[in-house]
């Protein structure tokens, strides 16, 4: 792209300038728009945020619970082998590479409460299923249908980001990664629940209660996913919804132009350009670290727990405290992400409280360190998933090229996930695993330092440019352009770093 060009600033120019199709700066709203904007965002938390972190929540239960089942006797049961268990954990992962950039680029196809909604109807069926498997080839194909079917969730964040305005979106997604802390934290707890009071109910065993409970819950919560999530404000027919007022959702379309274009779609171009543009694999290095951690937490926290010396049922209840300590974090961290403006510097301590916690666990033998090391890798984890969720969101423009960047991102991630299964293979101390995910989180710092640089001296060029041309009288030829046509490029865009 030619960015040098100049020219001259006339009244044609200035009507232009005017009426350009990207807004850099917060839209002028009217004193009843302003209160317009307050009713919107309250009911957007209501509806998409809780409805969102709903799905989140079951999500991570149905998606987590094959580990408390482990410990609870489906390995047993099943007469499934270490490698066989490993293989389960991972194929879910396979699913989820295969679907993940279609997922990302359909939900302006499907609209969003089919997507989001269908889907969690089909992983909390599956969910159901895995109570009546007999061996582990069962379990192994029903954990492959089930990675197929999550992975459609992961158009959420791009979903999010037509609702929300830059400076908002952390919280936001925030909110409903909590819920997957949550999720994990109940899931210890309802899994020692089950095993302490419906393990043999009926002629099941806890493992199968485990399943048939988490798994009616997230049919549900998909059924009202289905029922009650709104399209993207600029995809609402007629501009009339149960919830939200015409004047509100014309205020939502005006806030959505700060950073969109109104009904942008998939664009094929932008897909190769999104492969020219380097936050694509410094983001993609950042996820292998991040979905390597979360993928072990996610399998085998109960495992580390009861190596620590507890029996099945406190194993259970222990494991809650590593979410407990996610879900403190993950709030304070992305709140401050916002209201600061500041992404790169917390993502990179984030990443600092794993390789402290990773590396506590390789080093010491103390259980009550142990402990707290296993906390410090999800107060660092957790949070990086929705900051850097957010901090490519924000930075990217163009949708198809922002669901590129980030879909890329996931498949990398995802591929490294499933390394997560085939790593903690040495117990008591599981000292290869914990060293693997060490090296990544530490790669992961470095690639957030770097992507940091990298937009802080884009961010420099931009200004000097723009300097340049109010010193001559000029319009940047681009400043008419909008996130469609310029991407992240346009001479007004600024990285939030």
Request: a positive charge.
């Amino acid at each position: 792209m030619d960015t040098e060009k100049v020219e001259p600033v006339n009244d044609v120019d200035m009507v232009e300038y005017q009426e350009k199709e990207f807004l850099a700066t917060e839209p002028e709203l009217t004193a009843e728009e302003k209160r317009l904007e307050r009713s919107l965002v309250l009911k957007a938390d209501i509806l998409i945020v809780g409805m969102t972190s709903l799905v989140f929540l079951v999500n991570q239960w149905d998606r987590g619970n094959i580990g408390n089942a482990r410990v609870m006797g489906l390995q047993k049961d099943l007469n499934i082998s270490n490698d066989q268990f490993y293989n389960a954990v991972s194929l879910y992962y396979v699913g989820y590479v295969i679907c993940i950039i279609p997922a990302n680029l359909s939900i302006r196809f499907f609209k969003a409460h089919r997507q989001v909604g269908g889907c969690v109807i089909v992983f909390a069926t599956l969910s159901c299923c895995m109570a009546a498997a007999k061996n582990a080839a069962t379990v192994l194909a029903l954990r492959i249908l089930f990675g197929f079917a999550s992975t459609f969730l992961q158009a959420l964040t791009l979903y999010t980001s037509l609702w929300y305005k830059r400076d908002e979106l952390a919280t936001r997604t925030s909110a409903f990664y909590s819920a997957a802390t949550i999720a994990g934290a109940f899931s210890g707890l309802i899994a020692y629940a089950i095993q302490k009071n419906l393990d043999g109910a009926l002629g099941h065993s806890a493992w199968q209660w485990l399943f048939i409970i988490q798994g009616c819950a997230g049919i549900f919560v998909g059924i009202s996913a289905w029922l009650l999530m709104p399209p993207p404000p600029d995809q609402i027919k007629d501009l009339k919804h149960w919830i939200f007022s015409k004047a509100e959702l014309e205020v939502a379309i005006k806030r959505l132009k700060t950073y969109n274009k109104a009904g942008a779609g998939f664009d094929k171009k932008q897909m190769l350009i999104a492969f020219k543009d380097p936050k694509v694999y410094f983001c993609s290095v950042m996820n292998a670290g991040i979905a390597l951690g979360l993928a072990s937490i996610s399998a085998f926290l109960p495992s580390f727990v009861q190596q620590f010396g507890f029996s099945p049922t406190r194993t259970q209840l222990f494991s809650l405290i590593p979410y407990a300590c996610a879900f403190v974090t993950l709030l304070i961290v992305n709140y401050t992400s916002d209201r600061t403006g500041i992404k790169g510097p917390l993502l990179m301590l984030c990443f600092a409280f794993s390789i402290v916690g990773y590396i506590i666990l390789m080093v010491v033998n103390s259980v009550k360190v142990k402990i707290f090391g296993t906390c410090l890798i999800t107060m660092g984890v957790f949070p990086c998933v929705t900051l850097l969720g957010a901090w490519a969101s924000i930075n990217v423009g163009g949708f198809t090229k922002r669901a590129m960047t980030w879909g890329v991102a996931e498949v990398v991630g995802q591929c490294f996930a499933i390394m997560a299964s085939h790593i903690y293979t040495d117990p008591p101390r599981y000292l290869k695993g914990h060293s693997i995910c060490l090296a990544f989180q530490a790669m992961g710092f470095i690639s957030a330092f770097l992507m940091w640089l990298h937009m802080r001296h884009l961010n420099g060029k931009k200004e000097e440019e723009a300097a340049r041309h109010q010193a001559a009288g000029t319009v940047h030829p681009m400043s008419h352009q909008s996130l469609e046509e310029a991407y992240d490029y346009h001479p007004d865009f600024r990285y939030i770093l």
